[in-house]
């Protein structure tokens, strides 16, 4: 496990599979994510088939939060795309429990998925990719010190409109553990 402060780390399991899929077949959290079509158990089962064969820092983590009765998955984070020379990574995130959105859960998981990058894994640079109609993910990044690098234009069609996906990293000199 991976401690925060209110949250925490874990590896994700095959009974995760039907909660992922219930996530991923919400179309407000899907609307963040490059998913458009319906998914369904067998194909997340054979995601999560072809996940486990990957470099175990690539895999992805569910997210938890502690309530009076335990631990509750809420998401999952996770750095993937690794170039060993160039040190550098790329994140994703999701909070599919919309209950738990605009808590500070979302800035908090990626402040630790920051320094498990940094301060475990010895990367370098860490990038984020977000659409432009995102605002509550790009503010989510800008906290936690993401700087915004670029824009590509008109990237991401969805719902009949292009928007810009916009590029956001940061560099491990710039970055503090405190956030
Ligand atoms: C994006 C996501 C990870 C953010 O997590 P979260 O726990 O909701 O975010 P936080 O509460 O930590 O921070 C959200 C911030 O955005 C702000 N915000 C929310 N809606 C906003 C809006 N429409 N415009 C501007 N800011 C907004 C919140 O007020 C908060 O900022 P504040 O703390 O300064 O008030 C989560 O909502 C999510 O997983 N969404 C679905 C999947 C997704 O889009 N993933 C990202 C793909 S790049």
Request: hydrophobic fraction near 40%; aromatic fraction near 12%; charged fraction near 25%.
């Amino acid at each position: 496990m991976i401690y925060g402060d209110r949250i925490r780390f874990r590896a994700p399991e095959k009974e995760d599979i039907a909660m992922f899929v219930d996530w991923l077949n919400d179309p407000e959290v899907r609307a963040g994510l490059s998913l458009f079509l319906p998914m369904s158990v067998a194909k997340e089962e054979h995601w999560f088939e072809n996940m486990l064969k990957r470099p175990q820092e690539e895999q992805p983590m569910t997210i938890e939060v502690q309530d009076e009765v335990g631990w509750n998955p809420i998401g999952n984070v996770g750095l993937f795309g690794f170039n060993d020379i160039s040190r550098s990574a790329e994140a994703g995130i999701m909070i599919g429990e919309k209950a738990y959105w605009d808590q500070g859960y979302g800035t908090e998981a990626m402040k630790l998925l920051l320094k498990h990058g940094f301060e475990t894994l010895n990367l370098n640079r860490i990038s984020i990719q977000v659409f432009a109609n995102n605002p509550r993910a790009i503010r989510c990044y800008e906290k936690v010190g993401f700087v915004h690098e670029g824009r590509s234009r008109q990237a991401i069609f969805t719902d009949g409109v292009y928007y810009d996906v916009l590029w956001m990293s940061v560099i491990r000199e710039e970055w503090t553990s405190e956030g």
